[in-house]
């Protein structure tokens, strides 16, 4: 397991908050689009805990795993890391790579303690990091925070600085690829577009080996509507793709306590590599 010195940060609601209640109005700016600035419940993924997830326990079940097997898989971290890799090769959305390209996903995974950038301290890049813990909306841009993310898959904190401004992108041969590429926004009614291109190749789109071109062009859509934030995503490239990926729409709560700060995330540090005994994924 990864020594890291990174936090992982569980912001939750008060208890009592019902989901069922309705929903208050979506505070505007001035100028009348929604204010999406907060801090952001449920956006994060990866590390923390060695639970046995629930979630993973009704996967397996449903494939046929005896539940007397289940049971004697609680507080085992090995157990834990295992059963979720098998629940996510189970997940029926994934990236659709040309033929070509499989041999390269399956090397990938398989060698997932080494050349997956979670394991070195990496940047996640987009799409892989989620929708951010933090937003600050002015009239010309946003800026999107990112807590570290500890665990067996470790990133450091980050942060986007996004222009809204009417803006439109640099000539893609003249940018010089990035973690998260040139970001550009705009508004579509009440939703915000978020259009990057200009990445590195040296991100994921997600665990599992789905790797990417220098090509890759992401589009991202913030919808809030009062209390919750909705984030879509597509991912598309090319050069390695058959078709644009796209991800599950994920839904985030604001934190309604106004002395709320988001805490500051200790450095990753890289640890582990001496000393892997295989490149057994996890």
């Given amino acids: 397991m990864k020594v890291l010195f990174a936090t992982m940060v569980v912001l939750c609601l008060a208890s009592g908050v019902a989901s069922a209640q309705q929903q208050p109005a979506t505070p505007r700016?001035?100028?009348?689009?929604?204010d999406l600035s907060g801090l952001w419940i449920g956006g994060g993924g990866g590390g923390g805990g060695n639970q046995f997830s629930e979630d993973v326990r009704n996967s397996l079940g449903a494939v046929g795993i005896a539940p007397s097997i289940l049971a004697t898989r609680d507080d085992n971290i090995e157990n834990f890391e295992r059963d979720n890799a098998?629940?996510?090769?189970?997940?029926?959305?994934k990236p659709l790579y040309k033929p070509q390209y499989w041999e390269t996903v399956k090397k990938l995974d398989q060698d997932s303690n080494i050349a997956d950038p979670g394991f070195n301290c990496m940047p996640?890049?987009?799409?892989?990091?989620?929708?951010?813990?933090q937003i600050l909306q002015t009239k010309d841009q946003l800026i999107f925070l990112y807590l570290g993310v500890g665990g067996a898959t470790a990133f450091p904190a980050t942060y986007r600085v996004i222009p809204i401004d009417g803006r439109t992108h640099t000539n893609l041969n003249d940018l010089d690829g990035t973690w998260f590429g040139e970001s550009i926004g705009r508004w579509e009614g009440d939703t915000m577009v978020i259009d990057s291109i200009g990445f590195n190749s040296s991100s994921w789109?997600?665990?599992?080996?789905?790797?990417h071109s220098e090509n890759l062009h992401v589009v991202e859509k913030f919808t809030r509507n009062g209390n919750t934030l909705t984030w879509q995503?597509?991912?598309?490239?090319?050069d390695v793709l058959l078709k644009p990926w796209v991800w599950e729409p994920r839904t985030v709560r604001l934190n309604p306590d106004p002395k709320a700060v988001l805490p500051e995330s200790l450095p990753c540090s890289e640890r582990d590599h001496l000393h892997y005994a295989t490149k057994e994924h996890h």
């Fill in 124 to 133: 996640p890049g987009i799409p892989r990091s989620g929708p951010p813990a």
């Fill in 233 to 238: 995503v597509t991912s598309e490239d090319p």
């Fill in 86 to 93: 098998l629940v996510r090769r189970m997940a029926t959305n």
């Fill in 205 to 211: 789109l997600d665990t599992g080996g789905y790797f």
């Fill in 29 to 34: 700016t001035p100028d009348g689009h929604p």
